[in-house]
């Protein structure tokens, strides 16, 4: 029946290279299976198009956890600049500084309007919707119905393509944990009055990132060189068809089929997926219980639209955040801002206008002509280019990019969870897609470590689910995991 190795990882992205890397460096046999022929990182690759490079959604290098930056250092120890945070915020044909300066935004808002979102703020303060359950509900107690209207509605409800009434309140409670009004007006007044940043302010409002100077593929390139240095096997192009259990043995058979048909089997001890949650549950055999509870886990798909040509004017933003709901684009990345060695001849512009899709629909499905011609006519209603500013574009589609909060989708994941732990042990969910959970990069490599001590431990000794539950933890990295057993705010909580 062949060898049987220590671990299988089932996806070259952060959290199956850092795993694959921590194992591999700690004398551990494992195998890493790549759906993807050319690229490693899955959506945190570095994407290139005649020379010109570019981020498939824009990946910021930023962690308070030291093992993350670390690792971060150790991967690729000479090839990180130093990037500020610029943004803005496209409403109503108007620019607004993000995070919000106070003054801009009371200019451009006007003082009635402005006027209108405070009253609606303390509104929501004085008469709060007690234990709420949707976005809309989440947001609106935070911030008022006002500014939920304004910053909020139209740019979620893009990316996610369902109304924000139908979106569970764990992705705000998730993704703006810790920014409050109160907080958003006083940094915006910090800004409006150039003050020094405060030392407490959210991560939300952090103002640099290190970034990779030819873009976040570099570090799982990096990774996957020193990883098979290391002992470690990368096999890519081959997409995995069965995870089959067996219970008398504990051994697990995975079946996987390359670009060119090929059949191949490998057996392992452990499987560690960061592949979609839905398909793994449909590729296992025996069959499990909780199957329907996958299938009804959604993804949220995106394309980039990236337009190439002569600037007529320079903006420093990394990003726009398109929240006017006459155009479709939700984002606009500026990959000069990001490096300038992302361009080919260091004097183009390379914007990526960010559609939000769901995979076989009339946008995932239009021509490529069709697209491009859609992105030139919005950049220049938004008006940060022109049509015949444009010299070439390309696609680039993405599928699950997302894994999507329903209201239904966290008792999904328990039940699935549930089951998984009785009847498949040795099967690691890590990562993004893996935990059908929207962690940052740095969390999604926090699971792949803390997966990977495990297995090396031979126990549990870390909840890595608990990653990222936590506004402390989010930023805590290991230590923080250690300090779980002094202080029960902080998660994962060490399980020994």
Same mark, same amino acid.
């Given at each position: ?26 004398? $551990?046999?494992?195998? +890493? ?26 990946? @910021?290098?930023?962690? =308070? ?26 409403? @109503? ?13 009371? =200019? ?37 119905? @006002? ?46 009055? =150039? ?18 100077? $030819? ?9 996957? $060189? ?9 096999? /890519? ?21 390359? +670009? ?8 392992? $001890? ?5 592949? &979609? ?17 996958? @299938? ?19 903006? &420093? ?7 006017? &709901?006459?155009? =479709? ?12 060695? /992302? ?60 894994? +999507? ?24 969910? +890590? ?17 792949? /470590? ?41 998660? &994962?909580?060490?399980?020994?």
């Amino acid at each position: 029946m062949g060898e049987i190795i220590e671990s299988i990882v089932i996806g070259a992205g952060p959290a199956g290279l850092t795993a694959a890397h921590i194992l591999a460096k700690n004398g $551990r046999e494992v195998l +890493v299976l790549e759906q993807d022929e050319t690229y490693v990182g899955g959506i945190s690759r570095t994407a290139s198009y005649k020379g010109f490079l570019f981020d498939i959604g824009g990946h @910021r290098f930023f962690s =308070k956890s030291k093992e993350i930056v670390d690792l971060w250092d150790e991967l690729l120890p000479h090839d990180f600049i130093e990037r500020p945070r610029l943004s803005r915020i496209f409403y @109503r044909e108007k620019f607004y500084a993000y995070p919000l300066k106070a003054f801009e935004a009371l =200019k451009n808002l006007g003082l009635f309007e402005s006027a209108r979102c405070m009253a609606s703020f303390a509104f929501a303060k004085a008469f709060p919707v007690k234990e709420p359950r949707s976005f809309h509900q989440w947001v609106r107690n935070q911030f008022g119905e @006002r500014l939920f209207g304004i910053f909020f509605k139209t740019y979620t409800e893009k990316v996610w393509g369902m109304s924000c009434d139908d979106i569970s309140a764990d992705w705000a409670a998730q993704r703006i944990k810790g920014l409050s009004l109160g907080a958003a007006i006083i940094d915006g007044l910090r800004r409006s009055l =150039k003050l020094r940043k405060s030392s407490s302010a959210a991560k939300t409002l952090i103002e640099s990132f290190r970034y990779p100077r $030819r873009g976040p593929g570099m570090m799982w390139e990096a990774a996957a $060189r020193k990883m098979q240095k290391l002992g470690g096997r990368l096999r /890519m192009g081959c997409k995995v068809e069965q995870l089959a259990f067996d219970e008398a043995s504990g051994i697990w058979t995975v079946t996987t089929r390359d +670009v060119n048909g090929a059949s191949e089997t490998h057996r392992a $001890r452990n499987v560690l997926s960061s592949a &979609p949650l839905r398909e793994v549950m449909n590729a296992l055999t025996p069959t499990p219980l909780s199957l329907f509870n996958a @299938r009804a886990l959604a993804y949220r798909d995106f394309l980039t639209v990236v337009l190439i040509g002569r600037p007529q004017e320079e903006f &420093p933003d990394n990003w726009i955040y398109i929240h006017d &709901p006459s155009v =479709k684009v939700g984002r606009v990345q500026n990959f000069k801002s990001w490096s300038p060695e /992302m361009i080919a001849d260091g004097v183009s512009i390379c914007l990526g206008l960010e559609y939000f899709c769901f995979e076989g629909d009339g946008l995932w499905n239009a021509a490529d002509a069709d697209l491009i011609a859609l992105a030139k006519d919005e950049i220049e209603k938004i008006g940060l280019m022109t049509a015949e500013d444009v010299r070439d574009a390309c696609v680039v589609r993405q599928a699950k990019a997302y894994p +999507v909060y329903d209201d239904s989708y966290a008792a999904n994941v328990q039940a699935i969870r549930l089951e998984l732990a009785a009847r498949y042990p040795g099967l690691h969910l +890590v990562g993004r897609n893996g935990m059908h959970k929207y962690n940052n990069q740095d969390h999604a490599m926090m699971t792949g /470590m803390l997966t990977a001590l495990n297995i090396i431990a031979g126990r549990a000794l870390y909840d890595v689910w608990g990653v990222n539950e936590d506004a402390e933890y989010t930023e805590a990295g290991v230590s923080g995991a250690e300090q779980a057993l002094a202080s029960e705010r902080l998660v &994962p909580k060490r399980v020994a």
